[in-house]
Every structure is written in C-alpha cells, then in structure tokens.
C-alpha cells in the first residue's frame, strides 16, 4: 500500500523548516549540541570522546527522513542537475573547504547561531546568503 500526500513547495518548506527546526530543538534539549551538520559529521571521524553514537544517529536520521519524504510525498525532489560526477566532487570539496574556514555551515550558524543571537553566526549568514545570490546573478548573467 503506497500512501502519498501531495503538498505544494510551501507546504513542504514549511514541514521542512518545522522538522529542522524540531531537530536542532530537540538534539539542544537532550545533548546540549549544536546541529551544525558539518560538525556532526566531521565529529564521526575525528571525535576523542564516545558522541560517535548520537552522531550517526542524527545523520542517519536526516538520511532516512530524506528517504520518507521520496517514498511518501508526491514528486518530492523536482529538481534537474546537469553538473558532472568531477564538478560534483570539487563542489563538495569547496563546500568542506568553506565550513572549516567559517567555522561552522548554514545548519550550525543559519539555524541555531541565529536563534542564539550569535553576531558571528548572523555574520557568517549574511555572508552565506549573499555569496548564493552574487553566485546566481553571476551565473545567469553569463
């Protein structure tokens, strides 16, 4: 039996904003951590203490709410990409290069650094927001 809910793009936002939001909430709440997924990840590999656990989970999580979202939503992903599996990879090595210098992703400053009143983390944001727009009007120009 295949159930599928047919949302609209803001009603998947808005599902999606609250379920990151409930995330980040409750992962403060039960371990006093951050979900700057950066971390979370690079803490799998390179954690000195036992948080490797809680860690997979919330990645595994984030996984397997993706997976949810295919199986259940009507055409949850529509979205074409055109990029090479080369390009791919320097995009996400870029991406990895830019979370170790601002100390932090989008998740850790955008979600819960704003919500702390974080001057570091509203700047890094900013600084994320208007490098995507420079980078779009850019791409589109040329």
């Known amino acids: 039996m295949e159930i599928i809910f047919n949302f609209n793009d803001s ?3 808005l599902l999606g904003g609250a ?3 409930l995330s980040a909430s409750l992962l403060m709440l039960f371990k006093g ?8 990840v690079h803490g799998i590999f390179f954690s000195k ?3 490797k656990a809680w860690r997979l989970v919330f990645i595994l999580g984030l996984v ?3 997976y949810l979202s295919f199986y259940f ?3 949850p992903f529509h979205t074409e990409l055109t990029f ?4 791919f990879i ?7 290069i830019g979370t170790k210098v601002g100390n932090g992703c989008t998740s850790g400053h955008g979600v819960c650094g704003i919500s702390r009143f974080s001057m570091r983390s509203i700047f890094a944001t900013l600084v994320f927001i208007g490098s995507g727009v420079l980078t779009v009007f850019l791409m589109r120009s040329m």
């Open 11 to 13: 009603m998947r936002a």
């Open 64 to 66: 397997f709410g993706g």
């Open 84 to 87: 090479s599996n080369s390009q």
């Open 33 to 40: 951590r951050i979900a700057g997924i950066s971390g979370i």
């Open 19 to 21: 379920l990151i939001g």
């Open 90 to 96: 320097i995009a996400g090595l870029l991406v990895g």
């Open 73 to 75: 939503l009507d055409n």
């Open 49 to 51: 203490d036992n948080g």
